[in-house]
C-alpha cells in the first residue's frame, strides 16, 4: 500500500484573480476515513477536483498514491470519485449504469456490484432519471466501488438527501470501507455528518487548511479552559488559543496544547469533535471580522 494517500505542497488554484484554494499543504496517511469540511465556497470541490485531475494547479504540488491526479488509465483506476449531486444519466437504467462501469473499468467487481443493488433493493431495470436522489447517490456510490479504487473521493454526497437517506447512506459507506479498507476523503458542511464516520479531519475556510490530523490526535490536544477573566498571553504556556469569549469576570478559551493544562485556575474540558471545528471556522470569520473578538 502507498504511505501517503494525498500529499499537498503549496497547492494552490486560482481563476484569474480569484483565489480558490490556497498554499494547501496536507500528508493524509493511508487507511483513512477523511473528512473535508468548510462552508460553502471554501475551496472543498477545488481540493477534491485537483485530487482527481479534472483541475489542474496554479502552483505548489499535489501526489495522490504516489502519482499525478488523472495521469494516465493505472492513476485512474486506483481512485474512484463521485461528484456533487451524484450525477448519474437518466436515461440509462440501474443495470445500464453497471454495465458501463463494466466495460470502462478494466478492475471492476460486478459481483459487488450487483450485491449492492440487490441489497439496496434497487430495480435493475429502472431508469436512473426515475430513482429518488438517495438511491441516485447509492447507485453513483455504487458505480464508484465496484471499481475496486484504492482511494474514493465523495464530494458532498449526502447534501441533497433527507436525514433517513444520509444514514443509510453513511451507513453503506461505512460498512464497505470496513470490508475493503479502502481509503475515502468525502467532503460536507456538516461536522454531523461526519463524526460518527471519519478517523480524520480537514478543516477549510477561505481557501485555506485550518487544522488537519487525526481526531483522536486532534482531541488529544485541543481543550476549553474556563477562568477568571484574562487574555490570551495570560494562558499557561505551549497553549494556543484558537477562540475566546469573555463576560466581565469569566473568559472561556478553545485551545491546541501538545502538553497536558495543568492550571489550577483554570476549568479544563474536552471539547466534541463540532466544538473543535466550530472554533476554527470561527477563528478564521473573526480573523476578518475583528469586533466579533471582542463582542462576545
Ligand atoms: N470555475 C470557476 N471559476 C471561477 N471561480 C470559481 C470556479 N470554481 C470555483 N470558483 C470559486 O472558488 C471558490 C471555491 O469554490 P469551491 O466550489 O471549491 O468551494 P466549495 O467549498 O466546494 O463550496 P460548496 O460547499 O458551495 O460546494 C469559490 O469562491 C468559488 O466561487
Redesign the pocket.
Known amino acids: 500500500m502507498t504511505e501517503v494517500v494525498l500529499q499537498a505542497d503549496g497547492l494552490t488554484k486560482r481563476?484569474g484573480r480569484?483565489v480558490?484554494?490556497a498554499d494547501c499543504t496536507l500528508d493524509i496517511p493511508p487507511g483513512r476515513v477523511v473528512g473535508l469540511v468548510?462552508?460553502?465556497?471554501?475551496?472543498?470541490?477545488?481540493?477534491l477536483q485537483l485530487a482527481v485531475g479534472m483541475l489542474t494547479p496554479t502552483a505548489g504540488r499535489i501526489t495522490v498514491l504516489g502519482g499525478r491526479p488523472g495521469d494516465g488509465p493505472a492513476q485512474l483506476a486506483k481512485v474512484g470519485f463521485v461528484a456533487?449531486d451524484a450525477p448519474t444519466y437518466a436515461n440509462l437504467s440501474v443495470k445500464d449504469h453497471l454495465r458501463f462501469g463494466a466495460r470502462t473499468n478494466p478492475s471492476w467487481d460486478q459481483a459487488l456490484a450487483d450485491a449492492r443493488i440487490a441489497e439496496l433493493g434497487l430495480d435493475p431495470s429502472q431508469k436512473a432519471g426515475r430513482l429518488s436522489g438517495g438511491q441516485r447517490a447509492q447507485l453513483a456510490l455504487t458505480m464508484a466501488v465496484a471499481k475496486r479504487p484504492e482511494l474514493l473521493i465523495l464530494d458532498?454526497p449526502v447534501a441533497s438527501l433527507d436525514p433517513i437517506a444520509r444514514r443509510e447512506f453513511m451507513r453503506g459507506l461505512m460498512a464497505h470501507t470496513a470490508e475493503h479498507r479502502s481509503s475515502v476523503i468525502l467532503?460536507s458542511?456538516l461536522v454531523s455528518d461526519l463524526e460518527r464516520v471519519c478517523d480524520y479531519v480537514i478543516v477549510?475556510t477561505d481557501?485555506r487548511v485550518r487544522v488537519a490530523g487525526d481526531i483522536d490526535e486532534l482531541m488529544g490536544s485541543h481543550y476549553r479552559l474556563t477562568g477568571a477573566r484574562r487574555d490570551a498571553a495570560d494562558l499557561p504556556a505551549g497553549a494556543e488559543a484558537i477562540e475566546h469569549s469573555h463576560t466581565e469576570r469569566q473568559s472561556t478559551f478553545i485551545v491546541r496544547s501538545l502538553v497536558p493544562v495543568e492550571d489550577p485556575s483554570l476549568t479544563v474540558e474536552q471539547l466534541t469533535l463540532e466544538d473543535l471545528v466550530l472554533a476554527y471556522l470561527s477563528r478564521s470569520v473573526a480573523a476578518h471580522r475583528p469586533e466579533l473578538e471582542t463582542a462576545r
Open positions: 481563476y480569484r480558490a484554494l468548510g462552508p460553502n465556497g471554501a475551496g472543498k470541490t477545488t481540493l456533487q458532498e467532503s458542511h477549510l481557501s
